[in-house]
């Protein structure tokens, strides 16, 4: 479908690609990844023809359409629907057509006009069915719905909505035109965590001839939507086979083969020096010389390995110690404009405790971590802090606060404590891929993903003891997010974190929050059981709550033998498979303890005498032996797990329905 041959482009300077090769074959969804700034975007715009190569070519098939989802914003009059149609522009215009044909046909006073119109109208119609023109309207609204919008907003003009939401609706434009060549410029950058799974669901289905290319830093997203993966790197296109987490352990193995054969190469080469210097003077050698000077030039350098794809830990001060109680909310709602935002929430977040807030976007996220900030007032009921928590809170406009003027290390350093020495500082500013002269660069100098890991680092120095993270990881790649992800993990204190980043909020949350349908509730859950519910099937709305149906009206003690019967239900159906776990543990354990006294016996050098021959056979045989045995057991032990876990996970999905019931 695409052939990319010998491609080069220099952009302000910089070699982007040079001598790239790739093809992308039909039904392929490919994940397009490397660091910001090394092409990617460009890269797109030159396979539709919007930018020019300097050498080589990019070859498609005839007739391929292709469609680009750009950063940049819809601004049109019409209405969404209408915006959504126009994105298939054969449709529109034989739409066009067909109404002024039913006009000329009133308005045609020969037989001959009349029938060569009836012909094209023929034609015309023939057309639009193949198109599916008839159902058009209802496949739009179903993918403006799965993108979040609702019926009521189908009529509303473009230009009424957000900037965000005009996004969206690009993005609906182009499922809706479903582009041979489809080309997705970080899809997921406006989206909700909901919505983002709605778009990974209806991806995946994708099972015939179209083609994607994605760019997205979102791990997660490129996990569960592709399955070849190419990496930009060093101006060259490198194809893997799988999504993100097979390149990596491919990108893995190939790097300790560079290591080896650099190594091997190295020696080899070392050999072949060492001949020429030794026998360069001596005539008997001259022959045996001059072939050794002719194979070291003949040898080609070998590939060093790049730098380590783990970025380097981030060491932040520990934050004093608060009350085990950090924030405690009773009844408390907020309204706008008379509109309730929500109501009724009673939250509890202990010390320690990390929090994942979800909802759509709209729901209340944001006035929510405003309220706690003491940003915002609430409209009824009360929030409270602990005793010595220490508060800091990161949005967008915490960028805004550094100042132009400083360096990165000055910043940082106007953020530290006291007796935070500059090691320290540069450690952590390490961590933040702030390494070397970088530290020297000024904020004015920074790009949008540089500016946002300062203003984390200015978060981490002010010895909060909570943080409230609304869209940290908006605008880094995917080595600054692994560090923002290792660091939140680590870190002692509280989080509140607001993130469309699946991987982030699963790592680093122990607890969800959701806010939903004018209510915040926790979730006895895990984020997958709860997006499993909040997403609905094609042509359902895409603002969830936390049940999948609509609730029934059960009395309570009902409801209470229905969760009991669940509990019972689970209880039962796992009984033996606890009962196998339990055992299959006790065998590990009696395994491995035998492994490691067998172990100790062979580190004695009295086991390798001359008398001890045979028992040392038997020593090495039974430790043989026991390796395939705890193999087994561990693998019945995974099997066994896994089937517990699945069947919890159904309980949970029924327990969430019945409190959802008992709720109203």
């Known amino acids: 479908m695409l052939t990319i041959e010998k491609l080069s482009k220099n952009l302000a300077g910089r070699l982007l690609l040079e001598q790239a090769d790739l093809m992308v074959h039909p039904g392929e969804r490919v994940g397009l990844i490397g660091p910001n700034g090394t092409g990617k975007t460009t890269l797109l715009r030159m396979i539709i023809g919007e930018m020019d190569g300097d050498g080589g070519t990019i070859r498609m098939r005839g007739g391929i359409r292709t469609g680009l989802l750009r950063q940049e914003i819809l601004s049109t009059n019409h209405s969404l629907l209408e915006e959504t149609l126009a994105g298939n522009e054969e449709l529109m215009q034989l739409r066009r057509e067909q109404t002024t ?89 406006h989206l909700d965590m909901e919505t983002a799974t709605w778009l990974e669901n209806h991806l995946k289905k994708n099972t015939g001839s179209q083609a994607i290319i994605i760019v997205s830093h979102d791990r997660s997203f490129l996990n569960r939507t592709t399955n070849v993966t190419v990496e930009l790197e060093n101006g060259r296109l490198t194809r893997y086979a799988g999504p993100f ?113 979800v909802g759509v976007n709209g729901s209340g996220k944001s006035t929510l971590l405003k309220l706690i900030a003491g ?133 680093t949350c122990d607890g969800l929050w959701v806010v939903s349908n004018g209510t915040v509730v926790a979730w006895d859950g895990n984020l997958e059981s709860y997006l499993a519910q909040a997403v609905r099937e094609e042509g359902n709305s895409a603002n969830p709550t936390p049940s999948p149906t609509p609730p029934s009206t059960r009395d309570p003690r009902e409801i209470r033998r229905l969760t009991a019967q669940i509990r019972d239900r689970l209880r039962q159906e796992t009984l033996n498979s606890r009962k196998q776990l339990e055992k299959l543990e006790k065998q590990i354990t009696a395994l491995e303890s035998e492994r490691a006294t067998l172990q100790a016996k062979l580190a004695d050098p009295n086991a390798y005498t001359a008398d001890s021959r045979m028992d040392l056979k038997e020593t090495v045989t039974r430790v043989g032996l026991l390796e395939q045995e705890l193999k087994t057991a561990m693998t019945d032990w995974e099997t066994l797990s896994l089937e517990i876990e699945s069947r919890e996970s159904e309980a949970e999905q029924a327990l969430a329905q019945i409190r959802a019931d008992l709720s109203q």
């Open 245 to 357: 987490d097979a390149w990596l352990e491919q990108k893995a193995m190939n790097l300790q083969s560079l290591e080896k054969s650099a190594t091997v190469m190295s020696r080899k080469r070392e050999e072949l020096e060492c001949f020429i210097r030794r026998f360069r003077a001596k005539a008997t050698k001259a022959r045996q010389v001059q072939s050794r000077v002719k194979a070291l030039e003949r040898m080609e350098p070998v590939a060093q390995a790049g730098p380590t794809l783990r970025p380097p830990k981030i060491r932040f001060p520990t934050p004093p110690s608060c009350a085990m109680e950090v924030v405690k909310s009773r009844n408390l709602g907020k309204s706008y404009d008379g509109k309730t935002i929500f109501s009724g929430a009673n939250l509890e977040l202990q010390r320690g405790q990390k929090i994942g807030l």
């Open 101 to 189: 044909i039913q006009a000329q046909l009133l308005t045609a006073t020969s037989q001959s006009d009349h029938e060569s119109l009836s012909l094209r109208m023929g034609e015309i119609d023939s057309r639009l069915t193949s198109l599916q023109a008839y159902s058009a309207e209802g496949r739009a609204a179903v993918i403006l719905t799965g993108l979040g919008f609702s019926p009521e907003d189908l009529e509303r003009p473009l230009l009424s909505f957000s900037g965000g939401w005009r996004m969206r609706a690009q993005l609906a434009r182009l499922l809706f035109a479903r582009p041979d060549l489809l080309l997705l410029d970080e899809p997921t950058n």
């Open 375 to 507: 940003e915002l007032s609430a409209d009824a009921g009360t929030i409270t802090l602990g005793d010595r928590v220490r508060m800091a809170r990161f949005a967008q406009h915490a960028l805004e606060r550094l100042k132009p003027e400083q360096t990165v290390l000055e910043s940082a350093a106007s953020a530290a404590p006291e007796h935070f020495g500059d090691t320290a500082l540069r450690t952590l500013l390490g961590g933040l891929l702030f390494s070397g002269e970088a530290v020297q660069t000024r904020v004015i100098n920074l790009s949008g993903g540089e500016r946002v890991r300062l203003a984390l680092a200015h978060l981490f120095l002010s010895g909060a003891n909570l943080l409230l993270l609304d869209e940290p990881a908006n605008h880094l790649d995917m080595a600054a997010r692994a560090a923002l992800e290792e660091a939140l993990t680590a870190y002692p204190g509280a989080v509140i974190l607001v993130t469309h980043d699946r991987d982030l909020m699963e790592t």
